[in-house]
C-alpha cells in the first residue's frame, strides 16, 4: 500500500480494513451483485466515474475536527445545537426517532420531533430525550370546513419555536398526506424568512420535487436523496435520466439549477455538490443496507451544518478549511461519521447490524476523530 502525502495513521487503518473486508467472499459477491445492477443503482460503476470520485475526496476527518465544537464548561444548554424534526406520522414512527436522536448521539444538546398526533405517544415511548410534539394533522383527522383553522394552529405551534433552531429535519417518515404536506410547505416558508438552515429527506423530498419553489435559490437549504429520490429529481429538474457516467458533473447542474441548495446524493460514494463545487466521501461503511441509515444521515448533517456555520462565524480568517459552504461542510462530516459507525457496528453485528446498533456507533465514530477531551 502506497503512503500518500499528508495521510494519517487512521487512514490507513481505514484502508486496512476496507482490504480486510473487500477479500471476504461475502463481500466480493456483495460487490459483485451491486456492479451487476450497477448502471441504475450505483453512481461510480465506470472507471471515468471512478477517477472523478478519487479526484473529489475530502479530508472529512480534518474537517470534523475544524468544526466540532470544544465541550467547554462555560457554554450553556442550546449552544451546541437545538434540532427539530418535522416527521412522524400513523405509518412511520421510526423515521423520525431515529434522526432525532442521531442528533443528540452526535452531540446536540436539544432535539425536537413535530409529528401527527398518533404518532407522538409511539415516539416519545422511545426515549425520554427527546421533546415531542403532537401537532400535525392528516386528511382523515380533519373536516374540509376545518382545514384552514387547523392549519393556522399548527404553523402558531411551529413558529413558537421557530427561532431557537439551528435547523430543521423536515421529511423522515411524514408520509405523503395532502393535507400535512400543505402545512409542513408553510413550515418551509416560515423557516426560509427566519433564515434556518432546512436538510430535506424521505417525504420531504416527494413534497419539494413536486414544489421546487420551497427550496430553490435558498442556499441554507440540503436535499439528501437516497437512488429513488435522485431519479425523480432528475427527471424534474433537468428532464432527462440518470447519468452514471458523469456523476458529479450532473449533481453540479441539478445543484446550480435549484439556485444554488446543497445535495447529497446518497450512495456507495455519497457525492455532495451546491452547484459551485463537488466532493465525494468514499471512506467505508457497510455492505448492510437496512432501513434507517439516511435518517441517521439527516439528523447528523443537521448538527455538523450547525456547527459549521458557528465555526465560519467565530473563526479567524486563517481557518484553513478549503470549503466555507456549511451546507457542503454539514454534508461531508455527516456522510464521514455515519459511514464510520456503520463500519464500526458491522464488525460487531455482520448481516444483523440494524439502525439502532449503528445509532449505539455514532458516539465512538466520532470521539474517533475528534476525542471529546
Ligand atoms: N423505520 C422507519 O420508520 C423508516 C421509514 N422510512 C420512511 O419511509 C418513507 C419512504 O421512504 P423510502 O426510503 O422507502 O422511499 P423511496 O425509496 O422513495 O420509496 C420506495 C418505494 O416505495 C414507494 N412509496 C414510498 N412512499 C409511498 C407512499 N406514501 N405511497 C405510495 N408509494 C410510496 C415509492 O414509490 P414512488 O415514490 O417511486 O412512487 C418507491 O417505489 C419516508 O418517510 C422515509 O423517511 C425510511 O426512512 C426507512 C425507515
Ligand atoms: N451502495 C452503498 N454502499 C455503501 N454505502 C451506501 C450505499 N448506499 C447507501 N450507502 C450509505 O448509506 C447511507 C444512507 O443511504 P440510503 O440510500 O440507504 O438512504 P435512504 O434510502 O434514504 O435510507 P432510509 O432507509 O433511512 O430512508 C448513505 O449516506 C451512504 O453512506
Ligand atoms: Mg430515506
Not at 457554554?75 to 434540532?83: E, P
Not at 457497510?286 to 434507517?292: E, L, T
Request: a neutral charge; glycine letters at 8%.
Amino acid at each position: 500500500m502506497l503512503m500518500k502525502d499528508g495521510m494519517n495513521s487512521r487512514l490507513l487503518l481505514d484502508c486496512a480494513k476496507s482490504c480486510i473486508l473487500a477479500s471476504s467472499p461475502v463481500f466480493r459477491r456483495q460487490q459483485f451483485l451491486i456492479r451487476c445492477v450497477g448502471g441504475s443503482i450505483d453512481h461510480q460503476p465506470h472507471s471515468r466515474n471512478m477517477q472523478a470520485l478519487r479526484s473529489i475526496e475530502v479530508d472529512s476527518e480534518s474537517l470534523i475536527r475544524a468544526i466540532t465544537p470544544a465541550l467547554d464548561p462555560t457554554r450553556h444548554k442550546g449552544q451546541a445545537g437545538n434540532i427539530a424534526v418535522i416527521g412522524g406520522c400513523r405509518e412511520y414512527t421510526g423515521a423520525p426517532y431515529f434522526a432525532a436522536i442521531s442528533a443528540l448521539k452526535i452531540g446536540a444538546d436539544l432535539s425536537h420531533v413535530f409529528c401527527t398526533k398518533d404518532a407522538a405517544p409511539v415516539i416519545k415511548s422511545y426515549s425520554p430525550e427527546l421533546i415531542v410534539h403532537p401537532i400535525l394533522e392528516e386528511s382523515y383527522s380533519v373536516g374540509d370546513e376545518n382545514k384552514r383553522s387547523v392549519s393556522s394552529k399548527v404553523l402558531a405551534e411551529v413558529d413558537k419555536w421557530m427561532e431557537r433552531f439551528d435547523c430543521l429535519v423536515i421529511g423522515p417518515g411524514l408520509g405523503r398526506d395532502p393535507f400535512l404536506l400543505d402545512c409542513v410547505s408553510e413550515i418551509m416558508r416560515h423557516a426560509r424568512q427566519s433564515n434556518i438552515p432546512i436538510v430535506i429527506d424521505g417525504d420531504g423530498l416527494f413534497l419539494v420535487t413536486n414544489n421546487l419553489d420551497l427550496v430553490s435559490g435558498y442556499p441554507l437549504a440540503v436535499l439528501t436523496p437516497n437512488v429513488n429520490e435522485y431519479k425523480r429529481l432528475v427527471q424534474k429538474v433537468l428532464s432527462s435520466e440518470v447519468d452514471n457516467v458523469d456523476a458529479p458533473q450532473e449533481l453540479l447542474s441539478l445543484a446550480k439549477q435549484i439556485g444554488g441548495v446543497t445535495i447529497l446524493r446518497k450512495g456507495n460514494s455519497d457525492l455532495i455538490s451546491d452547484g459551485d463545487t463537488v466532493k465525494s466521501v468514499s471512506i467505508y461503511g457497510s455492505p448492510r443496507r437496512c432501513g434507517g441509515q439516511g435518517d441517521i444521515l439527516s439528523g447528523s448533517v443537521a448538527v455538523f451544518l450547525s456547527w459549521a456555520r458557528q465555526h465560519i462565524l467565530t473563526a479567524d480568517s486563517n481557518s484553513n478549511l478549503s470549503c466555507k459552504n456549511p451546507t457542503v461542510l454539514g454534508c461531508i462530516a455527516g456522510s464521514a461519521i455515519l459511514r464510520k459507525a456503520a463500519s464500526l457496528a458491522f464488525l460487531n453485528k455482520n448481516r444483523s447490524t440494524v439502525t439502532g446498533d449503528i445509532i449505539e456507533c455514532l458516539g465512538k465514530s466520532l470521539e474517533g476523530i475528534s476525542p471529546a477531551s
